[in-house]
């Protein structure tokens, strides 16, 4: 930190002796505009959030998979002994966890995930029982969607190594309960941040818990006081390190080349508003891991502001067309309705058939105006749906509308919001409930804040927006609502009943969206809201977001399959046409390293659209896709050298001991 401060203050001090680089550093930060303020600081509440998440991903998590794998491994040779799980076979395999009778899920190792369903069940009788290794032993304490790691290392984040240490009765208690309250209080709020929480009390609380759960380790000695020391530099000097700071590209080579602290990261936060802060939020675990990738954030809003501009200037390029179409074809209407005329004047002075004929064809005539008239009617109106779909504003005269600021550059996911549409549609006349399932990271948040932007014309009753990460989430959001309605309780449980009481009173069509329910227990206020009879008699729909897979939805959700909607990657092409919009670049030339960048990012829409953002934020300097994807595997290669001196040292230390 120290080196941090001494290059800040040499910068500084080139800053001030040419005024020149000191005029384009200045330009930088305001993204372009003259006498543009801009703020240099990102607000304290962040500051607190990144501080914390940052700790938990280079503090907490490396002396978590320390402390675990040991135990671990030791409880699996004791079961290959007593229990030979490595070689055991259906039927006699074992299936609850002696301690505390838990059953263990088998179909989180050797593929079992993969069996055929038979009755809404696995078909067990094909299933390898056979616990080869410790870390597939771990995974039978786990939920299927959360094994996806393949070893003790940085593949094995906090949420499985905190279930691990709650769900192993190996474990002592003391470090059971503590890492349970660092889950609940700390991890969770850190993956799905709400920025109102992080005041100096919940900071405090924080660095509290993570010390508690590093002192209830049996680590060495002299590892846990290294641990604890940097908590505490970070408590202590953590707010005053990220303050002040401002980007411009000068500082940011240095940083990058040299030092490569937060600064250019903070920048980005800067950039980042509340519509798109949630996507990127997921991106903090690799940037505080190898923090070269924080460039990505540089520039971000005059990207969006840009894409936002190319597009509309395409939809109002293409408006403007149709209506100079119909302007010459009403031109033509009125010079063809001019002569008709002259041919009717001349045509009445002869015989009564004439006259006949002549009336027929002015009332073809009117017809034709008539109908020429409603496709202008049709294209004013095509044109405010227009207008309408593409609004960021809020939708005036609707007092309950509460999904996040929606999304500048959302592109694709048509097919699914049309899905979307159709369902809710054929189902308008009675109570519906939808899912959405897919990885982190796959867009179910932001697809379902699109919907609920395009559907206001459909839910006059109110659009509302709860989070279901647990039921503390869950109380804190139908309290924030209950203010709103005057619906607050003596409790969370009574003002829970009151506001969807008050729901199923009202007599106008409302979607209830419920966030990233992603808890293992359905229970408490999650339950009673979810599968509450209270929603049978109301005009209302409920849309869920969770990573849980079609089937698992269905049976903790009580929804069939076919109301659960499964996001999957983009595909090469739906990726590649991504790219082409997001970036502004042309992929022809470079199609080749498009499709590499595509497939080192395996199609996830999160990581395509932070590629695709630092594209464009190095494209006034002449970046392509070549050149990006050069970096990205020079980047990887040096971070996966650098983690390997790592565990080197790590080892060395560990045999010195």
């Known amino acids: 930190m120290a080196d941090v401060h001494k290059h800040l203050f040499e910068l500084k001090k080139h800053w001030e002796e040419n005024k020149e680089l000191e005029a384009v550093i200045v330009d930088m930060s305001n993204d372009g505009a003259p006498n543009q303020v801009t703020k240099p600081d990102i607000e304290e509440d962040q500051r607190r959030w990144l501080i914390i998440s940052l700790c938990l991903h280079n503090v907490v998590s490396p002396a978590l998979r320390t402390y675990v794998r040991p135990i671990v491994e030791a409880e699996y040779k004791n079961f290959k002994k007593s229990h030979k799980i490595d070689a055991q076979q259906f039927p006699n395999y074992l299936k609850k966890y002696p301690p505390t009778k838990k059953d263990m899920n088998y179909e989180s190792i050797n593929n079992n995930k993969q069996i055929p369903k038979v009755n809404r069940k696995s078909d067990l009788t094909n299933f390898d029982f056979r616990v080869k290794v410790a870390v597939d032993f771990t995974?039978?304490?786990?939920?299927?969607?959360?094994?996806?790691?393949?070893?003790?290392?940085?593949?094995?984040?906090?949420?499985?190594?905190?279930?691990?240490?709650?769900?192993?009765?190996?474990?002592?208690?003391?470090?059971?309960?503590?890492?349970?309250?660092?889950?609940?209080?700390?991890?969770?709020?850190?993956?799905?941040?709400n920025f109102n929480e992080w005041d100096t009390v919940k900071y405090q609380t924080c660095f509290q818990l993570m010390t508690q759960v590093i002192k209830n380790m049996t680590l060495p000695r002299a590892q846990e006081i290294a641990m604890l020391d940097q908590l505490n530099d970070w408590k202590s000097n953590g707010m005053q390190f990220l303050n002040g700071t401002t980007i411009g590209l000068e500082l940011l080579e240095r940083l990058i080349t040299k030092t490569k602290p937060f600064a250019a990261y903070i920048k980005g936060i800067e950039r980042i508003n509340d519509e798109n802060f949630e996507t990127c939020r997921n991106a903090v675990a690799n940037i505080s891991r190898s923090l070269d990738s924080s460039v990505q954030g540089l520039k971000q809003k005059d990207a969006e502001l840009e894409s936002r501009a190319d597009t509309q200037a395409t939809i109002l390029k293409q408006v403007s067309k149709n209506v100079d179409d119909v302007k010459s074809a009403v031109a033509q209407s009125d010079d063809n309705i001019s002569q008709l005329r002259q041919q009717v004047d001349l045509v009445t002075k002869e015989s009564g058939e004439t006259r006949e004929l002549v009336r027929n064809t002015k009332s073809d005539i009117l017809q034709k105006v008539e109908g020429m008239a409603k496709d202008i009617e049709d294209t004013h109106r095509d044109i405010d749906t227009i207008k309408r779909i593409m609004s960021h504003d809020r939708p005036p005269k609707m007092p309950f509308f509460y999904p996040p600021n929606r999304l500048q550059n959302f592109i694709g996911r048509e097919f699914e919001l049309k899905d979307l549409d159709t369902n809710f549609i054929s189902n308008k006349e009675k109570v519906y409930t939808q899912a959405i399932c897919g990885l982190g990271g796959i867009g179910k948040t932001t697809i379902a804040s699109e919907y609920a932007w395009r559907s206001v014309n459909f839910y006059v009753g109110g659009i509302f927006w709860l989070d279901g990460e647990n039921n503390e989430s869950i109380a804190d959001s139908v309290q924030r609502l209950a203010i709103d309605t005057g619906t607050t309780g003596q409790n969370a449980q009574e003002t829970l009943h009151k506001t969807t009481r008050w729901l199923t009173?009202?007599?106008?069509?409302?979607?209830?969206?419920?966030?990233?329910?992603?808890?293992?227990?359905?229970?408490?206020?999650?339950?009673?809201?979810?599968?509450?009879?209270?929603?049978?008699?109301?005009?209302?729909?409920?849309?869920?977001?969770?990573?849980?897979?079609?089937?698992?939805?269905?049976?903790?959700?009580?929804?069939?399959?076919?109301?659960?909607?499964?996001?999957?990657?983009?595909?090469?092409?739906?990726?590649?046409?991504?790219?082409?919009?997001?970036?502004?670049?042309?992929?022809?030339?470079?199609?080749?390293?498009?499709?590499?960048?595509?497939?080192?990012?395996?199609?996830?829409?999160?990581?395509?659209?932070?590629?695709?953002a630092h594209i464009k934020s190095l494209k006034r300097f002449g970046g392509t896709f070549k050149q990006y994807l050069e970096k990205f595997k020079k980047q990887r290669l040096n971070f996966l050298k650098s983690v390997k001196e790592v565990k080197l040292g790590l080892l060395f230390k560990q045999l010195g001991n």
Not at 167 to 189: C, G, H, S, W, Y
Request: hydrophobic share 40%.
């Open 505 to 612: 009173m009202l007599q106008q069509k409302w979607l209830l969206v419920i966030d990233n329910v992603d808890a293992d227990d359905i229970s408490g206020m999650i339950s009673d809201l979810l599968l509450g009879s209270w929603k049978r008699e109301s005009k209302g729909h409920l849309l869920l977001t969770t990573r849980r897979e079609s089937a698992e939805a269905e049976e903790d959700f009580q929804v069939s399959t076919d109301c659960c909607l499964t996001l999957e990657v983009f595909t090469c092409q739906e990726s590649i046409n991504f790219m082409q919009i997001r970036t502004g670049l042309d992929v022809k030339n470079e199609c080749a390293y498009v499709e590499s960048i595509i497939e080192e990012l395996g199609g996830l829409p999160l990581a395509l659209e932070q590629a695709a």
């Open 139 to 193: 995974k039978l304490f786990l939920q299927t969607h959360m094994v996806h790691y393949t070893g003790f290392d940085d593949t094995c984040d906090q949420s499985a190594l905190l279930g691990i240490i709650a769900n192993m009765d190996t474990f002592p208690q003391l470090i059971k309960v503590a890492a349970d309250k660092l889950r609940t209080e700390v991890r969770n709020p850190c993956a799905h941040v």
